[in-house]
């Protein structure tokens, strides 16, 4: 016989499957993993010797091969979260998601470990998701307690159409607005997308992994996915207190 909590985490995983249509940022015509045959534009083609950032735990914050966790990376459950610094619905599930997530980071019981993708990026002239991705793991590697903050601060400027331009400087001053600290080989590393293929790796696996969409949130194996981002947030909480 299934357990209680077995059964609780099945009929999310069943009800995540109906609940792309209204939270996430892909549809049938328009699917979210990244094509080979979209061409890169100015902006967004690498032009730096590549670099990845160093693995390692700094206070709440533990950078892996692909993503960062928030929080003790030995936590007995894991929130992974999968957003795009340019999807709408990873914008409003994170604002939604940050107190909760602020307190797990806090305590021993939760650990949140983000993959931020880039799904969107060859999408747009201004390559938000692809530079934004960049700047994460230029902080990941060289000032990774301000990871956190940098993420929010460059979901909060995200761009209202897909035309709207946003420059290197503007990046580099929201990373300092939230409390990076970024030398000038710092932005000459964002300006030529120094963390192209890292970003480029952590992107095809979450593809490989089956993140068809984002955003997603996976608990234990299992997707979570409410048919609003409120139920989201509530599914996700019911899952990590089972």
């Known amino acids: 016989m299934r357990s209680p909590a077995g059964s609780v985490r099945a009929a999310i995983a069943a009800l995540a499957l109906s609940a792309l249509a209204l939270t996430g940022c892909a549809s049938s015509d328009e699917p979210a993993e990244p094509s080979p045959q979209q061409a890169t534009t100015a902006s967004s083609a ?6 990845v950032p160093a693995e390692g735990t700094t206070g709440i914050v533990t950078v892996t091969d692909d993503s960062v966790i928030l929080g ?19 914008q ?20 949140v470990e983000v993959t931020v993708v880039d799904y969107l990026g060859p999408r747009t002239t201004h390559a938000f998701s692809t530079r934004g991705a960049n700047l994460l793991a230029l902080v990941a590697d060289v000032d990774p307690e301000a990871w956190p903050a940098v993420q929010d601060a460059l979901l909060a400027m995200q761009p209202s ?21 970024l030398d000038e080989d710092d932005v000459a590393a964002q300006e030529g997308l120094a963390y192209a293929q890292w970003v480029d790796a952590a992107t095809a696996g979450a593809a490989a992994a089956g993140v068809s969409y984002i955003p997603q949130v996976w608990i234990d194996g299992e997707l979570v996915g409410g048919e609003s981002h409120d139920e989201t947030l509530e599914l996700v909480r019911q899952a990590v207190s089972d």
């Open 46 to 51: 690498p032009s730096a010797e590549q670099r």
């Open 72 to 90: 003790d990376p030995d936590a007995p459950e894991r929130v992974h979260i999968y957003q795009d610094l340019n999807c709408p619905h990873c």
């Open 92 to 111: 409003v599930l994170h604002g939604l998601m940050a107190e909760d997530v602020a307190n797990w980071a806090q305590g021993d019981s939760v650990a």
């Open 161 to 181: 159409s897909t035309t709207e331009e946003v420059t290197t400087e503007q990046l580099i001053e929201a990373a300092r607005g939230a409390g990076a600290e």
